[in-house]
T-cell receptor, first 114, second 115 residues
Framework: DAGITQSPRHKVTETGTPVTLRCHQT?????MYWYRQDPGHGLRLIHY???????DKGEVSDGYSVSRSKTEDFLLTLESATSSQTSVYFC?????????????FGPGTRLTVL | AQKITQTQPGMFVQEKEAVTLDCTYD???????LFWYKQPSSGEMIFLIY??????QNATEGRYSLNFQKARKSANLVISASQLGDSAMYFC????????????FGTGTSLTVIP
């Protein structure tokens, strides 16, 4: 199994509070991704990174920011959490941008915003 | 525009039978990759199988095979000899050649294997 961990695994927070989710990999993969998964929507890309300090927006980036200061860590921040951000968040990694490179996923973080 | 379409929200199959999960995709790139992932009720995402756009043979991995029909832009997953442990959500995904940074996922198919 790819070495990907996410922390925390579960979090309950109040509306308006900041939240940071961490993804850590031991595979030295260049690409890292943050998705959210909601019923009926599959996985939707929030942000991704293609190198240290290189990030870009995905389909549902509003209300989220990311940072990648080291190859192994990719942080997702909800500056002011809202109830619509209640979801399961997955981090994923990929070795390169080539179309044949698959993604490997972390275990997910279940976030509840009250 | 929807890049990946999975039209079967739920499927049932008898144990030991084969089942096909449908996936169609949309891209103008010549080079792309197609992937299937399994998500059991425990929640983790498990990579199953990959097909490249230039691959002439259909991909196979154990009981999983990918029925790749390029002209129809379909990449159906075939699971042979279904087992109870195959009950899960299955997601089809694509990675474009020109925008290789991103993966596009379908909404998934829930498969239930009946004993």
């Amino acid at each position: 199994d790819a070495g990907i961990t996410q922390s925390p695994r579960h979090k309950v927070t109040e509306t308006g509070t900041p939240v940071t989710l961490r993804c850590h990999q031991t595979e030295n993969h260049r690409y890292m991704y943050w998705y959210r998964q909601d019923p009926g929507h599959g996985l939707r890309l929030i942000h991704y990174s293609y190198g240290v300090k290189d990030t870009d927006k995905g389909e549902v980036s509003d209300g989220y920011s990311v940072s990648r200061s080291k190859t192994e860590d990719f942080l997702l921040t909800l500056e002011s959490a809202t109830s619509s951000q209640t979801s399961v968040y997955f981090c994923a990694i990929s070795d390169s941008g080539e179309p044949y490179n698959e993604q490997f996923f972390g275990p997910g973080t279940r976030l509840t915003v009250l | 525009a929807q890049k990946i379409t999975q039209t079967q929200p739920g499927m049932f199959v008898q144990e030991k039978e084969a089942v096909t999960l449908d996936c169609t995709y949309d891209t103008s790139d010549q080079s792309y990759g197609l992937f299937w992932y399994k998500q059991p009720s425990s929640g983790e995402m498990i990579f199953l199988i990959y097909q490249g756009s230039y691959d002439e043979q259909n991909a196979t991995e154990g009981r999983y095979s990918l029925n790749f029909q390029k002209a129809r832009k379909s990449a159906n997953l075939v699971i042979s000899a279904s087992q109870l442990g195959d009950s899960a959500m299955y997601f089809c995904a694509m990675r474009d050649g020109n925008t290789g940074n991103q993966f596009y996922f379908g909404t998934g198919t829930s498969l239930t294997v009946i004993p």
